[in-house]
């Protein structure tokens, strides 16, 4: 008896190859938040702040938090690191 593509038996659940959370994902969502700070000669980020918000405020406290525990390169003027203001954008790839 052919079978139709379009439809899954249980027998195709059962199968140890088969993955069914793989075909209940969504596509990924992405998320951007872009941050403002400055970063001391000593490469510290100080005076992180959210610029534009992903829309999920606990998404955005969790990519401060972790973006405070990075250590970008100072801006070097003259062979010496300065203090600098910078932005960035962060992205993140979630699934639903």
């Given amino acids: 008896m052919p079978r139709s593509r379009d439809f899954e038996t249980l027998s195709d ?26 970063v001391t000669p000593r490469g510290e980020p100080t005076a992180v702040r959210v610029v ?16 405070q525990q990075r250590r970008p390169k100072p801006a070097i003027v003259n062979g010496v690191a300065v203090k600098s203001e910078r932005t960035w954008v962060v992205s993140s790839r979630r699934r639903l």
């Fill in 13 to 38: 659940w059962s199968r140890p190859t088969a993955n069914p959370v793989r075909r209940v994902r969504a596509d990924p969502v992405t998320s951007r938040v872009t941050l403002a700070f400055t």
């Fill in 52 to 67: 534009e918000s992903s829309g999920d405020k606990g998404l955005d406290q969790i990519t401060v938090a972790a973006f």
